[in-house]
C-alpha cells in the first residue's frame, strides 16, 4: 500500500484525525515549552500557594506556588521525550531480535525466542521496578528500564512476519541470484514487516508514556524539581482535598496523550494489519 | 495432547530457570555491597556479618545461584535485610489482601464487560457501541493511580461515603473489608474491563453468526431464550480462560493501585524492598509474581489445548 492511499484510508473518519491533531498539538508544546508556558514552571512563590484555578493561574498553582499550567505544559516534553526513546530502544533490540530470529531460524530463533520468552514472564511494571531497583530512580534509567520491558514484544511481532516473509518468491529469488542475507533482510525482508512494527510502536507510545507516569509517580521515574505529570500526581495526591486541581490537570494530560496514542494505534491497525485486530481481540493483548 | 502438556511444561521450566537466573542478578547487579547499601555504613559489623553469611555472599556465584535456586525451591526465600524476618512470612503475610483486591477487580471487571460487550455486539453501528466502544477506548487509556486519586477526591472527600485509604482484614470486619475494598477494586478493574469488553463483544458476535443460533431464530425461539441458550453460553466460555489471564494480570499490575490506597499486599511490599534497598524481599516478590505468571499461561494453553485439539506444540510457539 502506497503511503498516500494509507494516509487516506487512516484520515477517514474523525476519531482518527481528532487523535493525531491532539498528538500534533502536543508534540508543538514539548518543542515550545519555554515559550508556551505563561509562567516560570519552577520558580516557587509560597505566597501565592494552592490557588484555585483563576485568569492569572488557568490551572491552579501548587503547594509551593508554581503554576500548574506552566507546569504541565513543561511536562509534554519529559512524558513525550521519555515514552519515545524508551520506545526507540524496544524498537531497535525487538526487531533486530525477531529479524535475525525469524531469518534464521533454527538455534538462532530458539535461544533468541526462550530469551524473550523470559523477560516476557515477569510483568510489565514490577520488571521495570526490579530494574529500576539495580540502576537507580531517574528518567534515563526509567527510558532504559521501559525499553527492556516492552522488546519482546517486538522481537515476537517481527518473528512472527519475518516467518511468512521468509518463503516468499522473491526472497528465494534474491537468494538464489547470490544476494547476501545482509541484503536480502534490508532490502526485502524488512520493507515488508514494517506494518505490523509500525501499529506496535504507536500503541507501545501509549503504554511507555503511561509507564513513565506510573513510574514517577511511585518516586522511581523523572525527580524532582522537573515537571513529568507523573511526579506532579505524586505531589498532588497529598492535597487532593484542598487542591483537586493538583491531581486533575496532570492526570488529564497523562489520560489524553495516552487515549490519542491509542486511537490512532488502533486505527493504524485497521489499515494496515487488520488480520491483527482479529487475533488481539480474541487474546486480550493490549501491548 | 499428553506429549503437547509434556512439551509445554518442559518449555515453562526451562524459562523458569531463566527468570530465576534474572532474579538471582538483581543482587549481583547492585552496585557496591548490597548488605551496605542496605543497612548504610553506620551498621552494626556483627548483623552485617550475620546478614553477609546468611545470604552466601562471600562465596562463589555459581555457588551462590545453585544454593538459592535449591532454597527457593522449597519456598526458602532467605531474611529481610531490614526486619531479619524470613521472605516467605512478609510473602505469606500480604497474599490476603492482594488476593481479595484482584479478585474483586476480575468481578468489577465482568460486571463491565458482560452487559457493555453484549449489549454492544447487539446493535453493532449504534450509539451503545460506539460508547462501548469509547468506554473500552477511554478504560485503557486512564492511568489507574490517578483514576484512583479521582475515586478518594469524589467518593472519600466530597461525599465521604467510602474510606480513602486502608485495608481491613476479612476475619476482622467483613463490612469494613468490603467497604475498604470498592474503590481499589473499581480502580483496578477498569482497565481488564475494557480489554474484556472488546473481547465479550467479538465474541457474541462470531456466536450470533453460527448456525445453531440461526435455526433456533428459525425455529420461532424467542430472542431472549437464543441470547441466554445459543449465544451468552457459547460466547462466555472462553471468557473463563480470558478472564483467567486477566487475573495473573492484576494479581501482578495492581502494584501501583496497592500503592494509592496504602493497600498491604505484595506490591506495596515490593515497593518498600525497593525503597530501602530489601534485595532479598524484593527477590522473592519478583520470584513469585513470575511464576504465577508462568502457571497461569500454561494452564491457559494447556486448556485451549484440551478444547482444540487442533492445537500442536510447533503451532503454539
Do not use: C
Not at chain 2, 105 to 127: D, F, H, Q, W, Y
Not at chain 2, 133 to 148: E, N, T, Y
Request: charged share 15%; proline share 5%.
Amino acid at each position: 500500500m502506497r503511503a498516500g492511499e494509507t494516509l487516506r484510508l487512516l484520515f477517514r473518519g474523525p476519531t482518527a484525525i481528532v487523535a493525531a491533531a491532539v498528538l500534533l498539538v502536543l508534540i508543538v508544546t514539548a518543542f515550545l515549552g519555554e515559550q508556551l508556558a505563561p509562567h516560570d514552571a519552577t520558580g516557587t512563590d509560597v505566597s501565592n500557594r494552592l490557588q484555585a484555578p483563576s485568569a492569572d493561574h488557568w490551572f491552579g498553582t501548587d503547594e509551593l506556588g508554581r503554576d500548574v499550567l506552566s507546569r504541565v505544559i513543561l511536562g509534554a516534553e519529559v512524558s513525550l521525550r521519555v515514552g519515545a526513546v524508551a520506545v526507540g530502544i524496544s524498537l531497535v533490540a525487538g526487531v533486530l531480535i525477531g529479524l535475525l530470529a525469524g531469518y534464521y531460524g533454527r538455534w538462532v530463533d530458539d535461544v533468541l525466542m526462550r530469551l524473550s520468552d523470559v523477560l516476557f514472564a515477569f510483568p510489565a511494571m514490577l520488571m521495570a521496578i526490579a530494574v529500576l531497583a539495580i540502576l537507580g530512580p531517574g528518567s534515563t534509567n526509567a527510558m532504559i528500564a521501559i525499553g527492556i520491558v516492552y522488546t519482546p514484544i517486538f522481537a515476537r511481532i517481527t518473528r512472527a512476519s519475518v516467518l511468512s516473509v521468509r518463503e516468499e518468491v522473491y526472497v528465494k529469488a534474491a537468494r538464489s541470484a547470490g544476494a547476501g542475507d545482509l541484503r536480502i533482510i534490508g532490502r526485502h525482508v524488512l520493507p515488508n514487516v514494517t506494518a505490523p512494527i509500525i501499529v506496535q510502536t504507536s500503541i507501545s507510545l501509549a503504554f511507555a508514556i503511561l509507564s513513565e507516569a506510573a513510574l514517577s509517580f511511585v518516586g522511581l521515574g523523572t525527580q524532582p524539581p522537573d515537571p513529568s505529570w507523573g511526579r506532579m500526581l505524586a505531589e498532588g495526591r497529598g492535597f487532593v482535598e484542598q487542591a483537586w486541581w493538583m491531581a486533575v490537570f496532570p492526570g488529564l494530560a497523562i489520560f489524553v496523550t495516552v487515549l490519542a496514542f491509542n486511537v490512532l494505534g488502533d486505527a493504524l491497525r485497521d489499515v494496515l494489519d487488520p488480520r491483527q485486530r482479529q487475533a488481539m481481540a480474541g487474546t486480550g493483548v493490549t501491548a | 495432547m499428553t506429549r503437547y502438556a509434556l512439551r509445554r511444561l518442559a518449555q515453562s521450566v526451562a524459562v523458569l530457570l531463566g527468570v530465576s537466573v534474572l532474579v538471582f542478578a538483581i543482587m549481583q547487579l547492585v552496585p557496591g555491597d548490597p548488605i551496605r547499601a542496605a543497612l548504610g555504613q553506620q551498621a552494626d559489623p556483627e548483623t552485617y556479618q550475620a546478614l553477609r553469611d546468611r545470604a552466601g555472599l562471600d562465596d562463589p556465584v555459581p555457588v551462590q545461584f545453585v544454593t538459592w535456586i535449591g532454597n527457593a525451591a522449597v519456598g526458602d526465600f532467605g531474611v529481610s535485610f531490614r526486619s531479619g524476618e524470613t521472605v516467605l512470612s512478609l510473602i505469606l503475610e500480604r497474599v490476603p489482601a492482594t488476593l481479595s483486591l484482584a479478585v474483586a477487580a476480575i468481578i468489577v471487571a465482568l460486571l463491565i464487560a458482560i452487559p457493555l460487550g453484549t449489549l454492544s455486539a447487539l446493535n453493532p453501528r449504534k450509539p451503545v457501541d460506539w460508547f462501548a466502544s469509547l468506554s473500552s477506548q477511554a478504560g485503557l487509556s486512564v492511568p489507574d493511580f490517578w483514576l484512583g486519586i479521582m475515586l478518594i477526591l469524589v467518593f472519600a472527600g466530597t461525599l465521604g461515603w467510602l474510606p480513602s485509604a486502608g485495608y481491613v482484614p476479612l476475619t476482622e470486619d467483613p463490612v469494613e473489608w468490603a467497604r475498604h475494598l470498592i474503590l481499589p477494586a473499581i480502580t483496578a478493574g477498569v482497565s481488564s474491563g475494557a480489554i474484556l469488553t472488546r473481547f465479550v463483544r467479538s465474541s457474541v458476535l462470531e456466536s450470533l453468526g453460527q448456525d445453531h443460533v440461526r435455526t433456533a431464530r428459525a425455529k420461532g425461539m424467542r430472542a431472549r431464550d437464543v441470547l441466554t441458550w445459543h449465544v451468552l453460553r457459547n460466547a462466555l466460555v472462553p471468557l473463563v480462560t480470558v478472564g483467567g489471564v486477566q487475573l495473573a494480570y492484576l494479581l501482578s499490575g495492581v502494584v501501583v493501585v496497592e500503592y494509592v490506597f496504602a493497600w498491604p499486599g505484595l506490591g506495596q511490599l515490593a515497593f518498600q524492598a525497593v525503597e530501602s534497598r530489601d534485595y532479598p524481599v524484593l527477590q522473592g516478590a519478583v520470584l513469585l509474581f513470575a511464576v504465577i505468571f508462568l502457571l497461569v499461561n500454561l494452564v491457559v494453553d494447556l486448556a485451549y489445548a484440551r478444547l482444540d485439539p487442533r492445537i500442536t506444540y510447533r503451532s503454539a510457539r
